[in-house]
């Protein structure tokens, strides 16, 4: 149990549009769903977290207009990076946890590889 | 703010056991976390610590001081498919920190 999904599982856009990444958990009701950035070679970045049906709070240095979150359901938060620009590229990976996930656990999708050419 | 440090590279030969060590200075402690992590593929949970001691799960065990700030995650009979990063996670109220990770080669 405690699957995660995202999708897609890598995107390539050109610089200056927009990309949209979807966040699923498929067997439980994921109340909060988290955000984070990989760089190659380094550790997860937390951009932002979401409770479902309220506004998404950001970390700092995380420009809140640039990336969009949207948790609009229990098992469903996007992720829309606007106006993209060759720096966006990296990993993002989305995290979920809820009331049926043991101590508050995160599960973790499998990650979307972002490339802003 | 938080810090949290663990080594960036170990190398075990295949069979061998490995002890990462993370320490940690943060504003807060709600548990520590142990992921696994292949490239290019997200963190899978390992171990999760909140108590002092020792957790045992299989091959894997991880082991926790609040008082000094420390854990480690002890890896046994080690084999090749354990050439991962190995990253320790603390918990502040919901939000995890991660560390840098700790890149574990395995070697016939």
């Known amino acids: 149990g405690a699957v995660v999904s995202q999708h897609p599982s890598w995107v390539i856009c050109k610089s200056g549009t927009s990309v949209k990444i979807e966040c699923r958990s498929l067997?439980?009701?994921?109340?909060?769903m988290f955000w984070y950035r990989q760089f190659p070679k380094q550790s997860l970045m937390l951009m932002a977290t979401?409770?479902?049906?309220?506004?998404?709070?950001?970390e700092q240095g995380v420009e809140k207009d640039k990336f969009l979150i949207n948790h609009a359901s229990l098992t469903l938060s996007t992720l829309t990076v606007t106006s993209a620009h060759p720096e966006d590229s990296s990993f993002y990976i989305c995290?979920?946890?809820?009331?049926?996930?043991?101590?508050?656990?995160?599960?973790f999708g499998p990650g979307t590889r972002l490339t802003v050419t | 703010g938080q810090n949290i440090d663990q080594p960036t590279e170990m190398t075990a030969t295949e069979g061998a056991i490995v002890q990462i060590n993370c320490t940690y200075q943060?504003?807060?402690?709600?548990?520590l976390f142990w992921y696994q992590q292949h490239a290019g593929e997200a963190p899978t949970f390992l171990s999760y610590?909140?108590?002092?001691g020792l957790e045992e799960k299989g091959r894997f065990s991880s082991f926790l001081s609040r008082s000094k700030g420390y854990s480690y995650l002890l890896l046994k009979e080690l084999q090749m498919k354990d050439s991962a990063s190995y990253l320790c996670?603390?918990?502040?109220?919901?939000?995890?920190?991660f560390g840098a990770g700790t890149t574990v080669t395995v070697r016939a």
């Open positions: 995290s979920a946890s809820g009331t049926g996930t043991g101590n508050y656990e995160q599960y």
């Open positions: 067997d439980f009701q994921a109340t909060t």
């Open positions: 979401s409770n479902e049906g309220s506004k998404a709070t950001y």
């Open positions: 943060t504003s807060g402690f709600n548990g």
């Open positions: 610590n909140v108590l002092d």
């Open positions: 996670a603390v918990r502040d109220d919901y939000k995890l920190s």
